[in-house]
Nanobody, 117 residues
Framework: QVQLVESGGGLVQAGGSLRLSCTAS?????LAWYRQVPGKQRELVAR???????RYADSVKGRFSISRDDAKNTVYLQMNSLKPEDTAVYYC??????????????WGQGTQVTVTS
């Protein structure tokens, strides 16, 4: 079982920056960040594959950047030009293969990001 540990959330003023980190306990294939606000569905923020291919939600393109360091089993989310609407609990997600070559999803515990106006 691959476990994820997140860090880096906090309180920031609009226009500011934060960097989230997430370290996995084992080898992963895709790594992603999702976010969720109360009463709404969890939404994809950004995803990165081992190949380096990235995908972003339209709402964060040009402001957020996802990267990964496979030597450290860590994924980062650099968030710039933050807006109050970016306020949410951010969750790290990964896909990994079990001994039967099945893809399994794992989630981190979530980290709160609050952007004040």
């Amino acid at each position: 079982q691959v476990q994820l540990v997140e860090s880096g959330g906090g309180l920031v003023q609009a226009g500011g920056s934060l960097r989230l980190s997430c370290t996995a306990s084992g080898r992963t294939f895709s790594l992603a960040w999702y976010r969720q606000v109360p009463g709404k569905q969890r939404e994809l923020v950004a995803r990165i594959l081992r190949s380096g291919f990235t995908r972003y939600a339209d709402s964060v393109k040009g402001r957020f950047s996802i990267s990964r360091d496979d030597a450290k089993n860590t994924v980062y989310l650099q968030m710039n030009s933050l807006k109050p609407e970016d306020t949410a609990v951010y969750y790290c997600n990964c896909e990994w293969k079990d001994p039967y070559e099945q893809l399994i999803n794992s989630w981190g515990q979530g980290t709160q990001v609050t952007v004040t106006s």
